[in-house]
Nanobody, 122 residues
C-alpha cells in the first residue's frame, strides 16, 4: 500500500529557508505526479506546487513563485520542496499527495501524507 511521509518542517524566522521531503513507500512514484499543498489555521487547503512524473513540468502558486522549488529523485522515491525567503504567511501544515497529473493539478489526488508543520515567525 502506498504511503507518503513528509519531513523537514519546523520553526524558522522570516527570510529563512526549509527543505521539505516527501518519501514514498509501498509503490513507485515513477509514473505519478506529486503535489505539495498547505493549510493554515482557519483557511482552506491550497495548492502550493506540483511536479510531473518525469520532472519535466512544474507548477507553482503565484504566492510562492520565485521562492519555492519542487524537485524529485525517482531513484529515492522522494520529492522535495525547497522553500526560501519564507514569510509568516507561509505558515501552515504542508502535505504531499500523489496521483495522475490532472488530479494533482485539480487538487483532488487520492493519496496523501499526514503533513509536516511549518511555522515562520520571529
Amino acid at each position: 500500500q502506498l504511503q507518503l511521509v513528509e519531513s523537514g518542517g519546523g520553526l524558522v524566522q522570516p527570510g529563512g529557508a526549509l527543505r521539505l521531503s516527501c518519501a514514498a513507500s509501498g509503490y513507485s512514484l515513477d509514473y505519478y505526479a506529486i503535489g505539495w499543498f498547505r493549510q493554515a489555521p482557519g483557511n482552506e487547503r491550497e495548492g502550493v506546487s506540483c511536479i510531473s512524473s518525469g520532472g519535466g513540468s512544474t507548477y507553482y502558486a503565484d504566492s510562492v513563485k520565485g521562492r519555492f522549488t519542487v524537485s524529485r529523485d525517482n531513484a529515492k522515491n522522494t520529492v522535495y520542496l525547497q522553500m526560501n525567503s519564507l514569510k509568516p504567511e507561509d505558515t501552515g501544515i504542508y502535505y504531499c499527495a500523489t496521483d495522475y497529473l490532472g488530479r494533482v493539478v485539480a487538487g483532488t489526488p487520492d493519496y496523501w501524507g499526514h503533513g509536516t508543520q511549518v511555522t515562520v515567525s520571529s
